[in-house]
């Protein structure tokens, strides 16, 4: 059974930083696509960094890009997400997610395995 588990967000600064893990089992990270979707109130789930297994080559959102990335430790099949500079409105509740596949999307609908989410707000 393939799981994902995010951790690591909370409440901080605008300019702080946080770093989001995701701990995955049933699967191992580096052999499909991954990526960190965002949803904040009221709005659609997007898609902050993603990479695709073929390539290994991250991507960011260009609200986010010189600011997030994000990475994978292979030997503890974790992905992080790390976020600089952060401003209020990065505040939403952050979702890993694979698809079983090894292209990524930036549309939610093609991942089928998801977190449970963790809350990021960043207050002025």
């Known amino acids: 059974e393939v799981q994902l588990v995010e951790s690591g967000g909370g409440l901080v600064q605008a300019g702080g930083s946080l770093k989001l893990s995701c701990a995955a089992s049933?699967?191992?990270?580096?052999?499909?696509?991954i990526a960190w979707f965002r949803q904040a109130p009221g709005k659609e789930r997007e898609a902050g960094a993603w990479?695709?297994?073929?390539?290994?080559?991250?991507h960011c959102a260009d609200s986010v890009k010189g600011r997030f990335t994000l990475s994978i430790d292979n030997a503890n099949n974790t992905a992080f997400l790390q976020m600089n500079n952060l401003e209020p409105e990065d505040t939403a509740l952050y979702y890993c997610?694979?698809?079983?596949?090894?292209?990524?999307?930036?549309?939610?609908?093609?991942?089928?395995?998801w977190g449970q989410g963790t809350q990021v707000t960043v207050s002025t």
């Open positions: 997610a694979t698809r079983g596949y090894r292209v990524a999307y930036t549309l939610a609908a093609p991942y089928k395995q």
């Open positions: 049933g699967f191992i990270f580096n052999e499909y696509a």
């Open positions: 990479m695709s297994s073929d390539d290994g080559i991250t």
